[in-house]
């Protein structure tokens, strides 16, 4: 199972002044799940971008398992990068293309000219793993809801089996039950093990789901560190206009008023601590 | 991709160039590509050179963004120079295979033409390395103004032009996100044989029609929400001020006529 290691990255876009990424070093534990957070235009996509090999670093190399790109690499090379690693994008709707649900979830696997009956097989999990209705495989992606799409689309990035699942933004646009269930298939495929790395601007998911948390500023890695850690520091979420998810703001608020409180990342947990106190069960 | 977007993109300056009114630079552009066609020797051609240096200068935009903009057309004058060169006949002929030769008359057309078109090129990206997209679509809406006597639905036309234009840097974002997903799903853009390729442009341009249906739609009904009445008189954001330096461009231009007609009569 493949580390992400990257020394040294920078990159920079055409007719742009500023790096999108300079200098960055960031090492990626294998099964971790690493929350990616920061304001518009941090870099935050660029980063991703880079670990997906969909663009070349301007300096510095990045590792994944095995494979290893630097400034010099082929564009095969390159591709092997996106062997290991599935892209979730922003509102990944946008890119279904064919007539039916099962045509476009095989897209992928077929790229990786897997045999049919393999690809058959890996559409199938990858439509119960999104908890899609096997009847719709035969559908046009185009006739369903919003929603629907977007399972759609991700299934067919889950179909190839990555070990390491990029998402940006998943749930943007989407309801709460949706998010919910968007939620919970992105932890449940890292507790099967799988590789993380979602950029999210829902701090809640954050303090929720993840075990390392990059903060990006300017093209800049400002802190490498854990979601507790981040949330504790207030002035550090400040100088990087973040904000603290309501367990946290919650217990602080408590813990000013003088009550004892361990700092608590979620309702669940804020609730576990306060219940007995106040003479509840569980 | 990156390379497609250079040609005739905008430059941001505040050069005297760029300050001057759209109207009189999408004047001075026609024109000169017109005056180039009356460039017959090599004095006028210098002529037109010089002036063409002159602009390149006041626009105070790097002879590498003009270069950027002649690279990607360099395939099709060099083609046409050839086939000039091979094919035309008169004058004494230096080289000879069936009915290809190499004549003089051949190398001066060829020579004339390769004059012509970097001429004009380099001409037209001045005008759209300093002028915005928006800004040129107000001058053509400006000097289409008299056909509105016959009939022509002037506005609507424009307003077709300035979406249109408008919406090429959104969809070629686009083009480049949805060709990035579909690179991350495993397709190779850069293997096989042209029919696969081309095959492998569905994934991404289907897609892409199918978000360009949905922005046309969801423009549609926002201005329909604000109001829009193609047949409403329009006022204008932006307007157009001509101001002293405009005229000054404007008797420079007929400088540039003048001497040139004067080169053509005596010399």
């Known amino acids: ?11 920079s876009y055409l007719n742009r002044k500023e790096p999108a990424l300079a200098k960055l070093n960031l090492t990626i534990p294998d099964g971790s799940f690493t929350a990616i957070v920061g304001h518009t235009g941090s870099g935050k996509s660029t980063l991703v971008s880079l670990i997906d090999g969909l663009i070349k670093p301007a300096a510095g190399t990045i590792t994944v398992g095995t494979t290893s790109v630097g400034t010099d690499s082929k564009k095969t090379e390159l591709a092997k990068l996106r062997q290991h690693v599935g ?16 045509k476009d979830i095989a897209f992928g696997p077929e790229n990786l000219g897997w045999s049919e009956e393999k690809v058959k097989a890996a559409v199938h999990n990858a439509l119960v793993q999104v908890g899609l209705n096997a009847e719709l495989a035969s559908r046009s992606p185009f006739m369903l ?13 889950l179909a190839m089996q990555p070990e390491v699942l990029i998402l940006d933004e998943p749930t943007a646009g989407l309801d709460a039950q949706s998010t919910a269930q968007l939620m919970d298939l992105v932890d449940h495929l890292h507790r099967d093990g799988r590789t993380i790395l979602l950029i999210t601007h829902q701090m809640e998911q954050v303090a929720r789901f993840a075990d390392q948390v990059v903060v990006m500023n300017h093209g800049r890695l400002m802190v490498d560190t854990t979601p507790e850690k981040l949330f504790s520091d207030s002035r550090l979420l400040a100088a990087n206009h973040l904000d603290q998810p309501a367990a946290v703001r919650m217990s602080q608020q408590l813990q000013e008023k003088g009550i004892d409180l361990p700092l608590t990342l979620t309702i669940k947990q804020l609730s576990e601590q306060l219940a007995p106190r106040l003479g509840g069960k569980e | 991709m990156s390379n497609a977007i250079v040609f005739g993109s905008y430059v941001p300056g505040n050069s005297p160039l760029h300050r001057l009114d759209p109207r009189a630079k999408l004047f001075l552009c026609i024109t000169y590509v017109i005056l180039v066609f009356f460039a017959n020797g090599l004095a006028t051609c210098l002529w037109l050179i010089l002036a063409l240096l002159a602009t390149i200068i006041a626009s105070q935009v790097s002879f590498k963004m003009y270069w950027r903009g002649i690279r990607p057309l360099a395939w099709i004058i060099l083609l046409t120079v050839a086939f000039q060169v091979l094919f035309s006949t008169g004058g004494p002929v230096y080289w000879q295979w069936g ?31 300093t002028t915005t997209t928006l800004r040129i679509a107000d001058a053509l809406t400006w000097f289409m103004q008299p056909l509105k ?5 002037v506005n609507q036309i424009t307003l077709m032009i300035s979406i249109a234009l408008r919406f090429i840097p959104t969809i070629m974002n686009e083009a480049v996100k949805i060709a990035n997903a579909q ?15 081309l095959m492998r442009m569905i994934p991404i341009l289907i897609p892409l029609f199918v978000d360009s249906f949905k922005r046309a739609e969801e423009l549609a009904t926002a201005m329909e929400a604000r109001g829009y009445d193609p047949e409403a008189p329009r006022t204008h954001y932006r307007q157009l001020d001509w101001h002293g330096r405009d005229t000054v461009s404007m008797v420079a231009l007929l400088v540039v006529a003048v001497v040139l007609f004067g080169l053509r009569i005596f010399i």
């Open chain 1, 1 to 11: 199972m493949p580390e992400i290691k990257l020394t040294d990255v920078s990159f």
């Open chain 2, 149 to 153: 006597v016959i009939k022509v639905p």
């Open chain 1, 145 to 157: 809801s919003g929603g629907q799409m977007r399972r759609v689309a991700i299934a067919g990035v």
């Open chain 1, 87 to 102: 892209f979730v994008f922003q509102f990944p709707e946008q890119q279904l293309f064919a007539e039916t649900v099962e």
């Open chain 2, 183 to 197: 690179r991350s799903r495993g397709m190779n853009l850069d293997e096989g044989n042209i029919v696969k390729r």
């Open chain 2, 99 to 129: 009915f290809i030769s190499v004549t003089r008359d051949g190398l001066l057309n060829s020579l004339i033409i390769f004059f012509r078109f970097m001429v004009i090129i380099t001409a037209s990206t001045v005008l759209t390395a």
